[in-house]
Each structure stands twice: as C-alpha cells, then as structure tokens.
C-alpha cells in the first residue's frame, strides 16, 4: 500500500510516499524559512503563496525519489488541519485535484496526529496505548493515545505553545527565524551555566505555561549585569526541556501506558531528547529530527491508519472534516 501524502499546514511545502504506514520511501520538504525570515514568523498570505509555487516541483521530486509512477499508488493523503487556512487549502486542493485525476482515494489527515504517527517510520513499532507529548511552533498537547485514531487530550499550554516560546525568546536574543535550532546551538556555547530561570510546574494539572519564563527571559536580558546571551539561552532551554520531560514522564507513569511518544518540531531538541530519555522508565520514542518538524511523510503514516475514512476527491468539503473520524481536531481552520 503506498500513499502520496502532501503537507502544508504551515510555513514547510512537503510530500512524500510512504509504505504501509511504516516506510518513508521518499520526503521532500521545501522550508520558506527565506522568505519570512525578514518578519521573524510566518506571514500567512506569504506562506499560502509560497506553497502555490512548491507544491508541484515537490511531489514531482516525492515520486521520483521513490521510484514511484502515478500508477504505483494506492491513495493521496493530505493535511486537513489544524494549520494556517490559507495554506491548508493549498494542499488540500492539490490533492484533491490529483486524486480526482488519477481516480484515487483521498485520505484528509490530522496534522498533529501526523506528528504522533512519525514514531511508525522507525525501526520498532511503538506498543500501545502511549503517552504522546506533541510540542510544535502552533500546539503543546499531552495526549492519551489507546490506539491508531482514539487520542484524549489530557492537557496542554494555557498560552505559548513551546516551539512559539523558542522563537520569540530567540528572537529577544536577536537570533533568526525560526528560533529552536540557533538557540540550542547559541546555549551550547555557554561557558557559566548556573542561571536558574522559573518553571511553571502547574501541579496536579497536565497543563502547561510558557509565558512567565519568557518574561523572565526578557527581565534577565534588561537587568543592569545581564548574562551573555549564551547563559540566557541555555538556562531557558533547561527550563523548557525540564518541565516538558518530567511532566510528560509523571503522566505516562501514571496513566499507566506502555510507551512514551514525543513529536513535533521541539522533540528535535537535543536537551528535551536526552532528558526525556533519562527519566522515563517506559520505552521512549522519538522521530529523528527530519521527521520531528514539519513533513509529509508523517501524514502517510497516519493516513494509512485511517483508510476506512478514505473519500472520493469529489466530495464536497464538508465531507472531509467529518471522514477522518479519529482525528483529533480534523477540519479546515
Ligand atoms: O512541528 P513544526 O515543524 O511546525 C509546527 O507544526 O508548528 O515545529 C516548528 C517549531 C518552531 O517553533 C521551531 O523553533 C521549533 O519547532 N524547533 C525547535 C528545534 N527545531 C525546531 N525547538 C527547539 N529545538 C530545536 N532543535
Ligand atoms: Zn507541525
């Protein structure tokens, strides 16, 4: 079963073909990091018009790399939501268009569910239920999962979600766009590393707050014998990654699952990567870092849970948001 799936919620024009839900045979993704570098984040109009103009040299370049023809395909998946309107449609409709050329089914897909399905494409096959922990630019979600489709939410940021705290801390700093790489880099480089920044530990809630600390950061960059920038950015890493890991860690031990799942372009970070590793004693999966930020081959592997919510591509829209019906947050928003 290979599926062509599309991705382009956000600021990353992607595509790939995936095997069985398992096997990325190809994953091509063309960052617009360039073009929105200048306003340090993503300008929606801007993105939805990027993606207009990678969309097809990329899924050219997904089948090539494959060694896939039209005629090797099964289904076309893309992402449905949640993500920027705008540039969703874009996707959407290309595959939408393209399935309905070929006279393939449609499979819409759920983009965080995307990232959790990216723990598929490894080696080992993660045991369910899980605890996933999906820490993005747009969401901070710890999430139940029992099994493909069937996610509760057990709790969330109440305001940044953690990748958006790494840009604009990155951004206090004066680092670029987006601001989760140059900033672990920058904080590696520390030579002092004793600054103790606060975490919000929102005890006996899965919830999660990233909005003091960034304060904090901004007050220890004004105060009159201000760290190095280093120092700053390292001490916020630890903060981050200390609250996402134990947090995440307490839960999974609790609700008694048999594996803890991280995903979503903040699961690329080094210190949240080892620390998480260090304290939960369940099995802990983590994507490499291609598969943690944006891609589509993560939408292929959650698609190819959902082929019973397959439709024709020339349904009505509506038909979409409700298909997919164990997605989490499915719909075009
Ligand atoms: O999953 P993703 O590619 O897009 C969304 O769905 O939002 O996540 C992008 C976010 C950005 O905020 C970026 O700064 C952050 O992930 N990020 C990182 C790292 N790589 C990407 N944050 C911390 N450390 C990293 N190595
Ligand atoms: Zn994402």
């Given at each position: 079963m290979r599926i062509l799936a599309i991705e382009s919620s956000c600021d990353e024009t992607a595509a790939a073909v995936v095997a069985d839900?398992?096997?990325?045979?190809s994953s091509v993704v063309a960052s617009q990091d360039a073009h929105h570098a200048a306003t340090g984040g993503v300008v929606p109009e801007v993105a939805a018009r990027q993606h207009l103009r990678a969309l097809l040299p990329v899924v050219r370049r997904a089948l090539s790399d494959a060694e896939?023809?039209?005629?090797?395909?099964d289904a076309i998946a893309a992402t449905?939501?949640?993500?920027l309107p705008g540039a969703l449609v874009v996707g959407f409709n290309a595959a939408r268009g393209l399935a309905y050329a070929r006279g393939l089914p449609l499979i819409p897909v759920d983009h965080i569910e995307g990232h959790v399905c990216a723990?598929?494409?490894?080696?080992a096959e993660p045991p369910l239920p899980a605890l996933a922990l999906v820490v993005s630019g747009g969401h901070t979600e710890l999430l139940l999962m029992a099994e493909h489709g069937r996610f509760r939410r057990l709790g969330g940021t109440r305001d940044d979600a953690a990748g958006e705290a790494f840009d604009k801390v990155a951004r206090l700093l004066g680092l670029g766009y987006p601001g989760g790489p140059p900033l672990s880099a920058l904080a590696r480089?520390?030579?002092?590393?004793?600054l103790r920044l606060p975490r919000?530990?929102?005890?006996?809630?899965d919830d999660f707050s990233f909005s003091g600390l960034k304060t904090a950061v901004l007050h220890a960059t004004q105060?009159?014998?201000?760290?190095?920038a280093a120092e700053i950015a390292w001490a916020f890493e630890q903060a981050v990654a200390d609250v996402l890991s134990l947090k995440a860690a307490r839960a999974a031990e609790r609700e008694g699952v048999s594996a803890l799942l991280l995903a979503g372009g903040?699961?690329?970070?080094g210190c949240l990567r080892a620390l998480a590793r260090e304290r939960c004693a369940l099995p802990v999966f983590i994507p490499p870092p291609a598969l943690c930020t944006d891609n589509a081959a993560m939408i292929g592997a959650a698609a190819f849970r959902h082929l019973?919510?397959?439709?024709?591509?020339?349904?009505?829209?509506?038909v979409y948001s409700t298909a997919a019906r164990g997605g989490l947050r499915l719909g075009m928003r």
């Open positions: 839900g398992r096997r990325a045979l896939c023809g039209w005629d090797d395909l449905a939501g949640p993500g723990n598929w494409l490894g080696e480089t520390a030579q002092r590393r004793t919000a530990w929102l005890r006996g809630s105060a009159p014998n201000a760290p190095p903040v699961a690329a970070n019973d919510a397959a439709c024709d591509p020339a349904a009505p829209l509506e």
